[in-house]
């Protein structure tokens, strides 16, 4: 006994210096090369929100000059058709009006160049920046499945000097890690995780200097409807929507999933849609069992009363009707975001069919040793049929320790504010918290009371103070 435990010391010792400490040192090398690209991915949101601000400040200032230039042109008209007015004063009306004039078409040169800019660093944006930066973070994990893959090798190595009884099993192991696809575990990470979302088109150029009737691009970011203002901003609280590596809000989950993006909340539906029908499917069973057992007795009253399962029938019948109303209020919600997502290839649904059913993993020796076992303590049956299902490893959990968003100042509660919808926080009236994210101009400031509390509160419900020399601190248009 002496020498087995020893046995086992030899191989504590060595998986601590061949493989613990490597991993270990080797999971912090990631961590530093996540929060990087991580930090990468802001800053190319940052710039994109200050494009679009000058954008946006542009075309107010284009339309601004525009309509000064309309009166200045209409009084000079005016003073011009007045024969009481002297020549002086229509020569000054004239000038002014040249000057408007002239301001309007370099305000509009200037929103034009601005607008191509723009078009540009969000082409950029979407399809060179985002993207490389997704290439490097799915590098990155594939040099951690190898790596783990490596780790799982000599793992059975050092067993493999110490215990040349179970030298089957470990070469199991050899194999499976030997097997693993790096490309393929992120081609399935992809599909199982993709949000749907797509990239927005190119804004359309606004000519104030037409008379008629403008109207705008479907494929603007700022839909203006009505009073002009952005369903979709990039500084607002659905900036979520843009950028996923925004630490997600925790709180209750909507029961038509309508947190997740369109893919996410497609698959969800789809799965209790499932759920309910393999419901529906086990009462009506149960009811076609009550049915033959009372027909049976009907037969044979001997054997029981018929009158006894009405209840019964009557009870699995309100469960099956209930459960069909549930399942097509799903339905209706699923079928209203197939409605939204583009058709899907027979490609894809090929590559999603690979999270349900897959073939059974054959019986490995080492099943086959235990098996055999003389005194059967070892032996295990090995199921014909096994379901694998994608599941959300816990190693992206030691990522979530990035640093907070910096204060940029402080703010006092001018009143009382419950935060009721998933976001926000409540304040009471006199508190003092800190600022980490001015208003955008959507109304909302981000604030914190402490590491676990932060989320949003009306701008109109706080003063603000903000530290100029912080970092972050800024004045939005």
């Known amino acids: 006994m002496n020498d087995y435990a020893g046995q086992h010391e030899v191989i504590s010792e060595n998986m601590t210096s061949q493989i613990t400490v490597e991993l270990a040192r080797y999971v912090q090398e990631l961590k530093q090369e996540r929060k990087s690209h991580f930090h990468d991915g802001r800053k190319a949101q940052q710039h994109i929100e200050t494009c679009w601000k000058q954008l946006e400040s542009s075309k107010k200032r284009f339309e601004r000059d525009c309509k000064e230039a309309d009166r200045a042109q209409q009084y000079f008209e005016k003073m011009d058709a007045d024969i009481n007015v002297t020549k002086a004063d229509v020569e000054k009306a004239r000038q002014q009006a040249q000057i408007r004039h002239q301001m309007a078409e370099d305000s509009k040169a200037d929103y034009s160049s601005i607008l191509q800019k723009f078009n540009h660093e969000q082409h950029e944006y979407y399809y060179t920046h985002i993207p490389n930066i997704f290439q490097k973070i799915q590098e990155m994990e594939e040099r951690r499945i190898e790596r783990i893959g490596e780790s799982m090798k000599t793992y059975a190595e050092v067993d493999r000097q110490v215990i040349p009884i179970i030298g089957k099993c470990l070469d199991g192991i050899v194999k499976a890690a030997e097997s693993i696809d790096q490309k393929n575990d992120s081609q399935l990470v992809i599909e199982a995780y993709k949000s749907g979302f797509e990239p927005p088109g190119d804004i359309e150029f606004e ?10 691009s479907d494929n603007s970011l700022s839909n203006s409807r009505g009073e002009g203002k952005s369903e979709l901003k990039f500084g607002g609280k659905s900036k ?3 950028w996923p590596f925004i630490k997600k809000n925790k709180g209750a989950t909507p029961e038509d999933f309508s947190n997740l993006p369109p893919e996410q909340r497609r698959k969800k539906l789809q799965q209790k849609v499932d759920e309910l029908n393999k419901e529906i499917q086990k009462e009506m069973d149960q009811r076609d069992a009550i049915t033959k057992m009372k027909d049976v007795y009907l037969k044979n009253p001997q054997m029981g009363d018929p009158a006894s399962l009405d209840h019964k029938l009557i009870e699995v019948g309100q469960n099956v009707e209930k459960l069909r109303l549930e399942a097509q209020k799903f339905e209706a919600w699923l079928a209203e975001v197939e409605g939204r997502l583009p058709a899907r290839s027979e490609q894809a649904r090929r590559q999603s069919g690979m999270y349900d059913v897959q073939n059974p993993p054959s019986v490995n020796s080492c099943a086959q040793d235990r098996e055999s076992s003389p005194d059967g303590s070892y032996t295990e049956e090995q199921s014909q049929e096994s379901e694998v299902k994608v599941l959300a490893t ?16 402080t703010c006092k509660a001018l009143y009382t504010f419950e935060g009721q919808n998933e976001g926000t926080i409540s304040v009471a009236e006199g508190e003092t918290l800190f600022v980490i994210e001015e208003d955008k101009g959507d109304g909302w400031t981000r604030i914190r009371r402490n590491e676990d509390e932060e989320g949003y509160v009306p701008t109109s419900y706080v003063e603000v103070y903000l530290d100029k020399n912080a970092k972050g601190a800024k004045t939005y248009i």
Do not use: H, N, S, W
């Open 207 to 216: 000519d104030y200097t037409q008379p008629m009737k403008r109207t705008v």
């Open 240 to 242: 979520g929507k843009l």
């Open 394 to 409: 816990d190693f992206d959990d030691e990522f979530d320790d990035e640093e907070p968003l910096p204060a940029i100042g």
